[in-house]
C-alpha cells in the first residue's frame, strides 16, 4: 500500500491530484474488454498537455511503471487498453482540443481525447464530413480509430492505410518529442499555418515515416497526442441505395465493377443480420427483420458535388445500373425496415447508446481481418462451418464486408451475438473460429489479444525485425507492456 | 549530392572478387575500369558533375533474391559497401564511399504476377514504367509512372527514392502505392513487409501490428541505405481506354490516336488567386487523372530549346511567356463512361468560367494533341528536359498544401531570375515548375527545375550557392528543404526537424551491425563547405537554425 500510495503522488506530481484516480469503478473499466481479460490497473491518470504526457514516460522509465494509454470512452472492445498485468492508465480524454479546422485545405487538427459526437457537427458547419468508419462508438477518439486502422465506409476516399490520419505529434517510449508528415518542421504548427501549410502531407520527415510503425502498435511504441486528419467535402446531394441479393458472389462481382472507376461513395457489404442489427431500433425486431432481409446486401452512397451535382449522380447511377445489370442485380431506395434516408443518417453518425452490437442479445465478440473480396465468400464458409460446430445458428451472425484501398483489399467482420451468461460458449467459439480463419488465410492486420500470437506466428521475420524497433523506441518496455510480439518474461 | 574524386579508391581483393563470383556467376560480375566508370557517371543532381561520382570496386548483376543475399552477405564478410542500382537517373544511385559493390539489378526484371481483379501487379527492380504500363493497359489497368519518366523503375521510386508524377491526381505517390516489399537487408536476411510475410498474398502492406514500411522511408526513401529491394508490389489503377494507343513515330514527331473518352485541357487564368481556387475545386469536383501547372515556356524549352533561346531575347514574347500566360494548368479527363467524361467535361468548364479562366481543348486541334498524348500519358517528354543545357537540377520544398507550392514556385522563380541575370544558370524564362496534385484532396508537389551546362565554369560555380539559397528559402518557409536529405546539410537541417537524422542513425545501427549498406544518401553527415556561399547568405541560415531548431521541448514558438 505504501509503495502504491508513493506511486500515486509522483502521478500527481505530473498531472495534479484531481487527475489521479483509483475509483474501482473507473478501474474495472480496464480490467477486461472483449476477449482480453486479466488486466491489473492500478490507477488513471488524465494528462492536459503533451508536456504532462512526457513526463508521464519520462517517470515511467525511472520507475519501471507500464503505461497503458487510452484515449476513448468505454464499453472498451478489442482490449488493447487493458494492460497486460499491472499497468498505470493514461487516459486522453482531457486533450480534447478541436485545435484547427481548415475549410479551404479541408483537414482538421485534432487531440487525441476529440471523439466523432464532438468533431461530426463542427465540421458540418464547413461543409465538410468526417471520414468515418462504420457507426463509431459515440465515445470513440477519433485519432483512436485512426490509429486502429478501423476502417472507412468510403473506400475511394481510402488511398492509404494510414488514412484519414496525416500528420502525427509522437511521444516516443524513450520519451522524445518527434511530429510526423509536414508537421515535422521547421517551424511550430503556428509558423507553418502562417506560411499557408495545413499538415496536409502524411509522409516523412525525410526518409523516415514513424507514423506508420506507430499506427497498429496498439500503443506499445509511442503516445499519439494529436493528429491532422484529411476531410472531404461535403455532398450538395447524397443519395443512398441498397442492393439486395441471395448471392454474395453477385454482389462482389457488383462491387468490383463499381469501385474500379470509383463509382460510388458509401460501399459496404452486409448480410441480413448484421443490417437488421444496424436499422432496428427495438432489439426484439431483430430476428424477424432480419428474416425479411436478403441474404446480403450492398449499401452504397452516391453523390454530387457543387459544380453539377444533378449531373454527376446522373452518370453515376447510369454507369451504376449498367454494372448492376452485367453483375445480375439490382439497386432499390429501400429495404425492409429501412429507407435510403434513413440509412444516411445512420452512416453519418457514431453508434446510438448502448453500442448497436449490444442490441441483440447484450454482449458480442467481433472476429475481423484483411483479405480481398474475392476470398470473402471462402472465409464465410468456414465461420459457418465453425457456428454449426458450436450449434451458433449460422443465420445470427453478423457479417459485415469493408473495401478499402479503392476496392483493392477488404475488412471482413463476423459478430458473434450473444447473452452475457453465456459468454463461455461464445469464447470458445471465438477461439476455435479465429484459429479456423487464421488456417484459411485470414490476415489478421491488427492483432488484438490472442489474434497476435496466430498472426505472428506466420510471420517469424517480421517479428524479428519489430522486436528490434520496439527496443529503439521503447528500450524500456513502458508503452502497453507485453502486448503484440512484445512478450516480457514473467508477464502472463 | 555528394561527390567525390578517385583518389582513395582502392581494388577489390581476389577474394572478395571471387566471393562475388560465386555468389551471381563470373559473367555477371566486373571490376573492368571502363565498365565501373559507367556507373560513376551519374551526372543529374550532380552539384559538380566535373568530379563524377565514386567508382564503385565492381558491378555484380544479380538475378534472384538469392544471389543479392550472397552478395550482401559477401559484402558483410569481406568489410565491403553494397549499393543497389536499377534503371538509375542520377548522382543518388551512386556509390559515396570508395569499397562499394554496386548491384545491378538490371537481370531482375520480370512482371511477376498482375491480379486484375485486385488491381495490383507484382514486380522485379527492372521492370520499367513503360513496361508496367503496356502490360497493365491490356487489362484496363494502369500505373503510376514518376516525373522522371518511363523509363525508371516503379519499384525504385515506391521503394527507395521519391516517386512524384503528374498523374498524381488520380494514382497517388510511389510510396503510397506500394502493398507489399521483399527486403533483403543489410545482414543478407530478408523480411517482407506486409501481407506477404504471412504467406497470404501481396495485398496489404502494414501490420501485423506496426507496420514496417514506416521503416524503410520517408516521404524520400532510404536511396539503398537500408538494404536492396527485390520484388514489390505495387497499386494498379482503372484505365478505361484501348489497350494499346496506336502511335506513329516517336516523341515529338509522333501522332497518337487519342482515345475518345479523353480529354486534355490547356487552361489559363488571369492571375495566382483564381488559378489557385479553380485547382482547389478541381480537387473538391473530383476531376483529373493527370494535372500539373507547367509553365509555357516549359513546354518549349522541353519541345524546342533553340526556340526559347530566340524568345528569350525578345522583350514583348518573353512578356507575353512571362505574364500573359503565366498561370496556366493542364489537366487530362478520362471518363469511364460517354456520360461521365460529359460530366468532367463540363464540371471542368463550369469552374473555368466561374474563375474567368479558359481553355484550349488540346484534342480539339488534333497536331498538339496527338502530339503530346504520350508525353502526358506515358511522360515520354521527360527525358528532353536535359535538352536544353545538357544537365538540369531541381529545387524541393515540402509537399504540402496547393497554396504553399504556388509559392513555392513563385519564391523559386525569383531566386532563380537573379542567376540567370548573374549568367549562373540558363535563361528558361525562370518560371519553370513541375508541379503535380495528389488524390483529388489539393496536397501538391511543386520543385523548380533550373537547367545548367557541365562546360561552362559559372554555371558549376553556380550550383553550390543556390542549393543553399533554395535551401534558405525553404526553411524560412517553415518546409523542409531537398538537403534535409543531403549528407552536406543533414546536421544542419535535421534538428529543426525533430533530428530525424538521430533516429535515421538509429534505424541504420539497428539492420545494419557492420555498416555494410552505402549510407552516404541515408544517414551519414558531413561538412558542407560555405566558402562559395555569400557571407549574407551564410548569416541568414545561421539565424534560420537558431530560430528553428528544436529544444527539449520541441519547435521553439
Given at each position: ?336 425496415g429501412c429507407s435510403w434516408k434513413k440509412m444516411e443518417r445512420i452512416l453519418a ?144 | ?90 548522382v543518388y544511385s551512386g556509390p559515396t564511399y570508395d569499397n562499394v559493390v554496386q ?455
Amino acid at each position: 500500500m505504501a509503495e502504491l500510495n508513493m506511486l500515486l503522488e509522483k502521478l500527481a506530481s505530473v498531472v495534479g491530484n484531481e487527475n489521479v484516480s483509483t475509483a474501482e469503478d473507473l478501474l474495472s473499466t480496464y480490467r477486461k474488454a472483449g476477449t482480453v481479460e486479466g488486466g491489473e490497473p492500478l490507477a488513471v491518470v488524465r494528462p492536459a498537455d503533451t508536456r504532462e504526457v512526457r513526463e508521464l514516460v519520462k517517470l515511467a522509465r525511472a520507475e519501471g511503471y507500464n503505461l497503458v494509454f487510452s484515449s476513448s470512452a468505454p464499453p472498451r472492445l478489442r482490449g488493447d487498453s487493458i494492460p497486460r498485468g499491472e499497468g498505470i492508465i493514461v487516459d486522453m480524454s482531457r486533450m480534447d482540443k478541436i485545435v484547427r479546422l481548415d475549410r479551404r485545405n479541408k483537414v482538421a487538427l485534432i487531440e487525441a481525447g476529440v471523439t466523432y459526437e464532438r468533431l461530426i457537427p463542427e465540421v458540418d458547419k464547413l461543409g465538410l464530413k468526417v471520414l468515418m468508419p462504420l457507426l463509431p462508438k459515440r465515445g470513440k477518439s477519433v485519432l483512436a480509430s485512426c490509429l486502429e486502422r478501423e476502417p472507412i465506409i468510403i473506400p475511394k476516399y481510402h488511398w492509404d492505410m494510414t488514412d484519414p490520419m496525416l500528420c502525427t505529434e509522437l511521444v516516443f517510449g524513450t520519451g522524445d518529442l518527434f511530429r510526423t508528415g509536414s508537421a515535422a518542421g521547421p517551424g511550430t504548427l503556428e509558423q507553418q499555418w502562417a506560411a499557408g501549410a495545413a499538415q496536409k502531407n502524411p509522409m516523412g520527415p525525410a526518409q523516415t515515416d514513424f507514423v506508420r510503425v506507430v499506427q497498429g502498435s496498439q500503443g506499445t511504441m509511442a503516445a499519439v497526442t494529436w493528429c491532422s486528419l484529411k476531410l472531404e467535402v461535403k455532398p450538395e446531394i447524397h443519395r443512398i441505395r441498397f442492393v439486395p441479393d441471395a448471392k454474395l458472389e453477385r454482389l462482389i462481382d457488383f462491387t468490383y465493377r463499381a469501385l474500379r472507376p470509383r463509382l460510388g461513395d458509401e460501399w459496404l457489404i452486409l448480410n441480413s443480420y448484421a443490417l437488421a442489427t444496424m436499422v432496428s431500433e427495438d432489439p426484439e425486431r431483430i430476428p424477424d427483420l432480419a428474416g425479411e432481409q436478403a441474404p446480403f446486401t450492398v449499401v452504397y452512397g452516391v453523390s454530387g458535388y457543387q459544380y453539377l451535382p444533378e449531373e454527376r449522380v446522373a452518370y453515376q447511377e447510369r454507369d451504376l445500373a449498367r454494372h448492376a445489370q452485367a453483375a445480375g442485380v439490382s439497386a432499390t431506395a429501400e429495404v425492409p425496415g429501412c429507407s435510403w434516408k434513413k440509412m444516411e443518417r445512420i452512416l453519418a453518425s457514431p453508434s446510438p447508446e448502448p453500442y448497436y452490437k449490444m442490441r441483440p442479445k447484450g454482449d458480442f465478440l467481433d472476429i475481423f481481418f484483411l483479405t480481398t473480396l474475392d476470398q470473402a465468400p471462402r472465409f464465410i464458409s468456414v465461420m459457418e462451418a465453425q457456428a454449426e460446430r458450436f450449434g451458433y445458428p449460422t443465420q445470427r451472425i453478423g457479417i459485415y464486408i469493408q473495401p478499402i484501398q479503392q476496392g483493392r483489399n477488404a475488412h471482413l467482420e463476423f459478430t458473434i451475438y450473444f447473452n452475457p451468461e453465456d459468454r463461455p460458449k461464445a469464447l470458445e467459439l471465438f477461439d476455435s473460429a479465429s484459429r479456423a480463419l487464421s488456417e484459411a488465410g485470414a490476415f489478421f492486420s491488427r492483432p488484438y489479444g490472442a489474434w497476435s500470437d496466430l498472426a505472428y506466428a506466420r510471420c517469424p521475420d517480421t517479428v524479428r525485425v519489430l522486436r528490434k524497433v520496439k527496443d529503439m523506441l521503447d528500450p524500456d518496455h513502458v508503452l502497453n507492456r507485453g502486448k503484440l510480439c512484445f512478450e516480457i518474461e514473467g508477464v502472463s | 549530392m555528394t561527390t567525390a574524386t578517385l583518389e582513395t579508391w582502392k581494388e577489390i581483393s581476389e577474394a572478395a572478387y571471387r566471393d562475388l563470383e560465386n555468389a551471381v556467376g563470373a559473367e555477371n560480375v566486373s571490376r573492368e575500369p571502363a565498365v565501373l566508370d559507367g556507373y560513376a557517371w551519374q551526372p543529374t543532381i550532380n552539384d559538380d558533375p566535373a568530379k563524377w561520382v565514386k567508382r564503385p570496386v565492381a558491378v555484380v548483376l544479380p538475378s534472384s533474391t538469392e544471389e543479392v543475399q550472397e552478395v550482401v552477405r559477401a559484402c558483410n564478410r569481406h568489410g565491403l559497401k553494397f549499393k543497389a542500382f536499377s534503371t538509375g537517373w542520377g548522382v543518388y544511385s551512386g556509390p559515396t564511399y570508395d569499397n562499394v559493390v554496386q548491384i545491378d539489378l538490371r537481370r531482375m526484371n520480370r512482371i511477376l504476377e498482375i491480379d486484375e481483379k485486385n488491381m495490383y501487379a507484382l514486380v522485379e527492380p527492372y521492370v520499367c514504367g513503360a513496361q508496367l504500363q503496356a502490360e497493365a493497359m491490356k487489362r484496363g489497368l494502369n500505373c503510376h509512372i514518376i516525373g522522371a519518366g518511363p523509363a525508371c523503375s516503379p519499384l525504385a521510386s515506391a521503394t527507395s527514392g521519391w516517386g512524384v508524377g503528374w498523374d498524381g491526381v488520380y494514382m497517388s505517390y510511389g510510396h503510397r502505392n506500394l502493398l507489399g516489399a521483399e527486403w533483403v537487408l543489410p545482414d543478407g536476411e530478408v523480411i517482407r513487409v506486409g501481407s506477404c510475410d504471412s504467406g497470404l498474398g501481396w495485398f496489404s502492406p502494414d501490420g501485423p501490428g506496426p507496420s514496417l514500411r514506416g521503416l524503410m522511408r520517408g516521404s524520400t526513401g532510404a536511396l539503398s541505405g537500408l538494404g536492396v529491394f527485390t520484388k514489390c508490389a505495387l497499386k494498379l489503377y482503372p484505365w478505361p481506354g484501348p489497350s494499346r494507343v496506336n502511335v506513329r513515330g516517336l516523341l515529338l514527331d509522333a501522332k497518337a490516336e487519342i482515345p475518345e473518352n479523353v480529354r486534355f485541357h490547356l487552361c489559363f487564368f488571369p492571375d495566382r488567386k483564381r488559378l489557385a481556387d479553380a485547382v482547389y475545386r478541381v480537387g473538391e469536383a473530383e476531376l483529373g487523372y493527370l494535372a500539373t501547372r507547367t509553365a509555357v515556356a516549359a513546354f518549349i524549352y522541353t519541345f524546342a530549346p533553340h526556340l526559347l533561346r530566340r524568345i528569350a531575347g525578345t522583350r514583348c514574347l518573353r512578356d507575353v511567356l512571362s505574364r500573359g500566360v503565366k498561370w496556366g494548368f493542364v489537366i487530362m479527363l478520362v471518363g469511364a463512361s460517354e456520360e461521365e467524361i460529359a460530366y468532367q467535361d463540363a464540371a471542368l468548364r463550369r469552374i473555368l468560367a466561374d474563375h474567368d479562366g479558359l481553355s484550349i481543348e488540346a484534342m480539339g486541334v488534333p497536331a498538339i494533341g496527338s502530339m503530346v498524348f504520350m508525353n502526358f500519358f506515358r511522360v515520354t517528354a521527360i527525358p528532353m528536359v536535359f535538352r536544353m543545357g545538357g544537365l538540369f537540377s531541381t529545387a524541393l520544398d515540402r509537399n504540402d498544401t496547393w497554396d504553399t507550392q504556388l509559392d513555392w514556385a513563385e519564391i523559386g522563380e525569383s531566386i532563380k531570375r537573379k542567376w540567370i541575370e548573374r549568367g549562373g544558370i540558363l535563361d528558361d524564362l525562370a518560371d519553370n515548375p513541375f508541379m503535380a496534385l495528389y488524390e483529388s484532396n489539393m496536397w501538391a508537389h511543386c520543385e523548380e527545375i533550373f537547367q545548367y551546362d557541365a562546360r561552362d565554369p559559372k554555371h558549376l560555380a553556380s550550383l553550390e550557392p543556390m542549393f543553399i539559397e533554395f535551401s534558405v528559402a525553404a526553411i524560412e518557409k517553415c518546409m523542409e528543404p531537398l538537403s534535409a536529405t543531403d549528407a552536406r546539410l543533414r546536421k544542419i537541417v535535421s534538428p529543426l526537424m525533430g533530428h530525424y537524422n538521430e533516429w535515421q542513425k538509429k534505424v541504420s545501427a539497428m539492420v545494419d551491425t557492420n555498416r555494410a549498406a552505402d549510407t552516404g544518401m541515408y544517414c551519414d553527415e558531413v561538412d558542407f563547405d560555405f566558402s562559395k556561399v555569400e557571407p549574407e547568405l551564410k548569416a541568414k541560415l545561421d539565424r534560420l537554425v537558431e530560430r528553428f531548431r528544436w529544444t527539449e521541448d520541441g519547435p521553439p514558438s
